[in-house]
């Protein structure tokens, strides 16, 4: 589930608060969004894509809180990761020409 | 936890020929073809149009054929033997077609397929949120009006004609209404709220409003899917495990008959089961990283899953990668006069048979009856004239009110839950635990018809999910054998004497009955 909202990298530019499918984030004047409805996270990740700041975390772990040091994220490259593998840059797709999955098809008939 | 947080105000109140209930594939195909028809169009999607739905979260392959091809060809028969005698090959060719129509358009307007090494473009796989993100911007440049976070929650009818939907706006409460001619329902699978990857929204409203106006389900008992995800991750990304070895707790092999999920289901009948993809070469694996949603979890849990054993579960997916939905004809019409459907919220056994149609089947079918449902429900909107916002409409089945609060919204899910998630229940089946769960689920049903308004989004999804838990069960009780993702304990094998499709439908009096394979073509 989403675990930090990055109140340093955070720009108030709201776009999570738009595009999460889940509805998740509430907008807070002049401040960064909030984690409102945390149960209802799905563990998409797609906000992260969305975020221009590189400023949202989502742990894998769909069922259980798994709090998070930020620095630490930084420490091991994950903020921002799942839009650097995505080839996402300021909410915007950069990375679809790029995608490999073909080369599993390859393999066998699947 | 998904009430609203401010005073309700009124929300929009609008006039469309066509309105789309749901933004997957399914319904931006929908919205675009009714545009493309000439129609105005409302799209009204529960999250957001371009991160909501099962594609935008798993991303999914598709089949691109060249029509009439050896490549055609080889498709269709592996579809027809994968289906176990459900299938009908002059669908699946008509799908194909569509698909290939579609994503030429979508590369002639400038949508970024890959390119092999040598030169070719790749369209068999679609990376979900950059296709939704994409399909989005060209409705939003045709004119549709999309409203997000907008869940529809009744459906009006007028003299036995769908004439639109009310909804909710989840952010502030604001009710909104859309007066349609022509309604098409893409609100996707229900999943029952299992984890599954990109499912949160997929509970059912879909179905629960078009059989409030009288329309009939099939394939409901072709819903034993499961799929395999890291333990307590979302990611249920199957593909991968064609490279996996399997163990048990003591790193023993785990093998059995059947596929990748059956090893899994056995293994977890008696203990934990481990994963490695030691299969997969240097090359297969820069394909599966490409994927980024495969490798969050391994990435962000310190794992190596190529050299490295993780632990495994099954999550239910349902009629996400199960079959079962609203019947629907040719040109995607249910039963009723006015609604249509596509996608994941229509039955396709036509296409995927007994088995799931995950790994291509499903996303081409979702493109093609997408497409078609526009165009048809634009069509159907010409043919009622431009009066129809004038026409006296209502919800078929006001309910009543009730009083239970969020802690009776959870525990009623909790019981539906209880009846369909667990392995016991739909994976492995059995007439003693089906009728258990039909039993239990008749409570349910009535408990979910008394919980309160505080939060109409919540009471409609629970709703929904005891309805379609209820077709499910009951279809599976019509199934006296075991085929494809049907499985009975106490029937294991085919029959094929009941190579029929089994329909249901029903609220308070739920009914489920077999009819000829061909039954959509006989109807018509
Ligand atoms: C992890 C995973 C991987 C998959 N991989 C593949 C694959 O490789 N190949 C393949 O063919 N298939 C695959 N599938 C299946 C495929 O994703 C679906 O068949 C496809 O998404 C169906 O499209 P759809 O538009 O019908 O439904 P969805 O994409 O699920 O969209 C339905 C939409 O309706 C919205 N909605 C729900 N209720 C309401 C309401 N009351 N009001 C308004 N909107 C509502 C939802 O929010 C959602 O956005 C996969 C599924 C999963 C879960
Ligand atoms: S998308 Fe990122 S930058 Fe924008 S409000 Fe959300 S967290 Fe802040
Ligand atoms: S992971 Fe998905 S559901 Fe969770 S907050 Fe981010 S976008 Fe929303």
Known sequence: MIELVSESRCIQCNICVKACPDNVFDAVEAAAPVIARKADCQTCFLCELYCPADALFVSPLRDRDDPVDEADLVARGLLGSFARNMGWKNAKPRGTDKDLTYRMFEDRDI | MSGPTHPAAAGPDLVADVLVI???????????????????????????????GATAAGNSSIVYTLPASAGREKAIAQRVARGLGLVAADTVDRVFDEVYRQLNRLADW??????????TSYRGSMRGVDYLRFLRQRLVKGG??????????????????????????????????????????????????????????????????AAEAGARFSGMDFTGQYGIAPRHTSVTKGIIYFWASFFDEAGARLESKGDRQDIVANGLGRGRVFAMLDKASPRVQSGMRSQANIFAPFDRLGIDPFTQRFEVEL????????????????????????????????????????????????????????????????????????????????TPAPAAEGRGDAADTAAVRAAIQREILPLGRSFFRSTAGLEAASGALETAWRDAGALGRTDAIARRETQAMAATARWIVASARRRGESRGIHRLADRPARDDGQLHRILSGGLDRVFAAPVGARHMEAAE
């Open chain 2, 22 to 52: 749901g933004g997957g594939p399914a319904g931006c195909w929908a919205a675009l073809s009714a545009m493309e028809a000439g129609a105005s169009v409302v799209l009204a999607e529960k999250g957001y149009v371009g991160t909501a």
């Open chain 2, 110 to 119: 400038g949508y970024g397929f890959p390119k092999t090494e040598d030169g």
């Open chain 2, 144 to 209: 549709v009006r999309i409203l997000d976070q907008s869940p529809a929650l009744d459906l009006l009818v007028a003299d036995g004609v769908v004439a639109g939907a009310r909804g909710s706006d989840r952010r502030t409460g604001a009710p909104w209404t859309v007066r349609s001619a022509a309604t098409v329902i893409a609100s996707g699978g229900c999943a029952f709220l299992s984890g599954a990857l990109g499912t949160r929204n997929l509970t059912g409203e879909g179905y629960l409003m």
């Open chain 2, 315 to 394: 999550i239910y997916e349902g009629t996400v990668r199960g079959n079962g939905g609203l019947l629907i004809g040719r040109d995607t019409a249910t039963d009723v006069p006015g609604l249509f459907a596509a996608g994941d919220a229509a039955a396709r056994e036509e296409m995927a048979g007994a088995t799931s149609g995950g790994g291509g089947p499903n996303a081409s079918w979702a493109l093609a009856t997408g497409t078609w449902s526009g165009r048809a429900a634009a069509a159907f909107a010409r043919g009622i004239g431009a009066a129809h916002g004038d026409r006296r409409a209502a």
